[in-house]
């Protein structure tokens, strides 16, 4: 009931109840409910805290009911911030730029904010024509936005911005962020052929497959398209490289049921020399998402249901 002043202490508060959550010591709806709480907060290194936490409670979530009532929860608890850190403030700082992109993609591409996505494809469609060129500190949001509502003329012209590009964080922001967040299973595909084509860097390749694995509409493509091309994979970056365990890891640990470890593990039982700790890492989050789905998933709803 205080107010705590610092915000690196509400910083580890946020962030120790939810590893509480996690790992089934607290109830999700504690800390949905200090989180609402915060509606008033300002520093970044809260709000990106919330906003990755966030993130992570939507991937487990979606396909559920509940979803779009979390949906409806986010856009509340963002109603004031959203308004202190628009597409046209001026005078900010580094900080407060990158509070802007955790909200603006937390919107679009999270929330299918209708306003935001709007607000994204005109500024898309004026920077791809050339007639108004998007702020750097813009193009993340812009692009994953556009992406989240797009078809194969968005995935074209993102991959055109890639092409003419002469900046490496530019084609980072793109490969990793944009090309990502289709919401089209049929674009995430063609993400995943262009990951493996001459026209993009070998070590590139592994971060687009985390990108598609990340949205909760692609994880099971990038599974697949990593099972079809699982011998090509393994002799670009041996079985036990760094990017083979980093991809590994990517493509197996943001499923969220029983039957899908027991795929996973069904696939490697003969194969997995050299990637047995990232194998175990993926295993073990998939079994603490069922854990925490089992445990948890009729208290999130009956909260969400609560607030709205």
């Known amino acids: 009931n205080g107010v705590i002043e610092s915000p690196m202490d509400r910083l ?45 409670l939507y991937n487990l979530l979606h396909g559920r009911a509940c979803i779009s ?6 856009k509340d608890l963002t109603s004031k911030i959203r308004i202190q850190v628009d597409w046209n403030m001026t005078n900010y700082d580094h900080l407060t730029s990158m ?18 996505l709007k607000e994204a494809s005109r500024r ?12 750097p500190d813009l193009r993340v949001p812009v692009y994953e936005c556009v992406a989240s509502t797009g078809d194969m003329k968005t995935f074209d012209a993102l991959i055109q911005l890639y092409m003419d590009s002469d900046s490496s964080e530019e084609k980072e922001r793109i490969l990793r962020r944009g090309l990502g967040a289709f919401s089209n299973k049929d674009v995430l595909r063609k993400v995943l052929e262009f990951s493996l084509s001459d026209k993009v860097r ?54 969220t049921t029983k039957q899908d470890a027991q795929n996973i593990k069904q696939f490697f039982k003969d ?12 295993l073990e989050r998939i079994e603490l998402n069922c854990e925490w789905l089992e445990r948890d998933l009729q208290d999130i709803q009956t909260f969400l249901q609560s607030v709205l």
């Open 271 to 282: 194969d997995f020399h050299g990637m047995e700790r990232s194998l175990l890492q993926g």
């Open 124 to 135: 898309f469609d004026l920077h791809v024509a050339g007639t108004q060129i998007l702020s």
């Open 69 to 74: 009532n979390l949906q409806q929860y986010i």
């Open 99 to 116: 509070l802007r992109e955790e909200i603006l993609c937390l919107l679009g591409y999270k929330v299918n904010d209708d306003t935001t």
């Open 12 to 56: 580890n508060i946020v962030d120790d109840l939810f590893a509480m959550v996690i790992t089934g010591k607290s109830a999700t709806s504690y800390w949905l409910k200090l989180v609402l709480s915060l509606k008033d907060e300002t520093s970044y290194i809260v709000w990106t805290n919330i906003c990755h936490n966030l993130k992570s």
């Open 202 to 255: 070998s070590q590139d390749t592994v971060f687009i497959f985390q990108s598609v694995a990340r949205n909760p509409i692609g994880r099971e493509l990038a599974w697949d398209y990593f099972k079809e091309n699982f011998s090509t994979l393994t002799g670009r970056y041996g079985s036990g490289g760094h990017l083979m365990t980093i991809l590994v890891k990517a493509v197996t640990e943001n499923f």
